[in-house]
Nanobody
Framework: QVQLVESGGGLVQAGGSLRLSCAAS????????MGWFRQAPGKEREFVAV????????YYADSVKGRFTISRDNAKNTVYLQMNSLKPEDTAVYYC?????????????????WGQGTQVTVSS
């Protein structure tokens, strides 16, 4: 069983930056693929970024590529999402998710565990 707790959301002006953190409890953190997803009001949950367990290979949605960076610290059981050059369309609740897998996924229902989400609001 893995529990995930996100933090770091808030209100920021367009062009600003935020760093989200997701702390995981439970064993074997490095065996989990970690993903970030987001959901805006009235929209479906969408993939943002994913990072592999031990190799730290990452993959991004086109909408955030070059602006967001996902990273992880397996010693601290934590995954991060550094968000730069934020835009109003990045406004959403951001969720981290864990998947016990050797392969990454961009599909929400393939993830096993989810955090409660953290609100990110970007003003224009």
């Amino acid at each position: 069983q893995v529990q995930l707790v996100e933090s770091g959301g808030g209100l920021v002006q367009a062009g600003g930056s935020l760093r989200l953190s997701c702390a995981a409890s439970g064993r074997g953190f490095s065996n989990y693929v970690m993903g970030w997803f987001r959901q805006a009001p009235g929209k479906e949950r969408e993939f943002v970024a994913v990072i592999m367990g031990s190799s730290s290979r990452s993959y991004y949605a086109d909408s955030v590529k070059g602006r967001f960076t996902i990273s992880r610290d397996n010693a601290k059981n934590t995954v991060y999402l550094q968000m730069n050059s934020l835009k109003p369309e990045d406004t959403a609740v951001y969720y981290c998710a864990a998947e016990f897998s050797m392969y990454y996924s961009t599909v929400a229902h393939e993830y096993d565990y989810w955090g409660q989400g953290t609100q990110v609001t970007v003003s224009s």
